[in-house]
């Protein structure tokens, strides 16, 4: 958003390139991220080509992973498709690498649980609930079968709250309709939080409606519970109670891009970069936006900073490049300011709940205005409508449970142009 802002202010001037080094050739839209999980909608319908979104001449998208940064020297060394470091001299940096997930070093968490941070966890996890269906119906072992049928989710703020609301809506709809074998009073769903509440984000009593109506749902909640270790087929929480499961989604924590604290920047103690509020760093000639830096906030009057929001990165954004602008103008720069206007959140069937303009709202009208106001930000008018029509179709048709094994890539050439494994393995499996 940044790059783009840069390409609006600078109009058409040439005496300025933009290179954006990322990691995808893609901008994840992660509001929408959960309902990927459920097949609600597409994966490439919540994503953005980054070349659709930036034009100008001057401007370099670069697909590529950032492996060293040295804001000393100002160069930013990367690595491309074709594993070969290449050296990026810069004038002006952004760091804006965001948040990876944060396990707290739980045991057997990196191993056995997924993620829901990008859109390989949401595709992985879809993969991984249908997998557990198709398992379960041969399973005779009535331990193990609980265990397919069992699904946890550790963390009770915004992205697990809608990623279990999303999750228990795709069960138990393609359950009724696809596994009949199954009953229903065999599928067990966990919330598990280390908080005593639920949705920490929003009032207590809009979390405490969450959780009534997860709980009709027969989600079981587990508040004040610390995931101790999870293994293979089984979580440990709390005081030692084991629950049989294959399934544990973690979005518990989420940590800054561990890069940005090797860059020779000032950070915080959790690794965030430390900025002014007009988002330059300790290095005067690099600034931090996003969930990897920590913005003081100049009108809260208690000195906390911005939240770690994509309401608060597209707006830091925008402020950014006026300021990267005003910087190679030699004008001065403005401090970014924002006051939100709430926090929305989709439980599944048909619920939200959540807090705009100080008001609060839940149920069926606040499930409308978390839609209204997503499809609103999505960016470009193509992937509105791919979304829109996907909720449409979605609406009138169900969703159903296709597993595509993107992961068994002995079907397919991978980056390296050699197929994973030989074509005659696959033609003589049997
Ligand atoms: C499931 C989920 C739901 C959410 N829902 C909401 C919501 O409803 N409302 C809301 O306001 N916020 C929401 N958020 C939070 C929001 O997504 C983040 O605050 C926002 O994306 C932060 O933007 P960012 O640009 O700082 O980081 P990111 O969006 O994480 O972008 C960082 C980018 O840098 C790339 N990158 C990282 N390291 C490297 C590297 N070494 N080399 C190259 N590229 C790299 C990453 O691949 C990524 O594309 C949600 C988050 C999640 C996970």
Known sequence: MTAQGLERRLGNRRDVEIWLVSRDNFMLFTPLLPEVCSGVLEPRHVVMPLRGMLHHQSTWCITADVDAIDTQGHVVTVIGGDGDPHRLHYDTLVLALGGITHTFGIPGLDEHAVGMKTLADAFGLRNRVIEMLERAELEDDPVARQADLTFVIGGAGLSGVETAGELEDFVRRVRRRYYPKIAESEI????????????????????????????????????????????????????????????????????????????????????????????????????????????????????????????????????????????????????????????LASIGHHTGVGIVFGIRVRGWIAWFMWRGYYWSRVPGFNRKVRVGLDWILTALFGTDPVQLKVEDASSALGSTGRRHAPVRDRETRD
């Open 188 to 343: 067990h769903t966990y919330l598990v939080e280390l908080k005593n509440e639920v949705l920490a984000e929003l009032p207590p009593e809009m979390g405490a409606f969450a959780r009534q109506r997860l709980e009709r749902r027969g989600f079981e909640v587990r508040l004040g519970t610390p995931i101790r270790e999870v293994r293979e087929a089984e979580v440990v929480i709390g005081n030692g109670e084991v629950i049989p499961t294959r399934t544990v989604v973690w979005t518990g924590g989420v940590r800054p891009a561990p890069m940005v604290a090797k860059s020779g920047v000032e950070v915080d103690h959790a690794g965030r970069v430390k900025t002014r509020p007009t988002m330059e760093t300790s290095r005067s000639t690099a600034f931090a936006i996003g969930d990897c830096a920590v913005i003081p906030n100049v009108e809260d009057p208690d000195g906390r900073p911005f939240a770690p929001t994509a309401q608060n990165a597209v707006r830091e954004a925008k402020r950014l490049a006026a300021n990267v602008v005003a910087r190679i103008d030699g004008r001065s720069l403005s401090p970014y300011r924002y006051r939100t206007i709430g926090t």
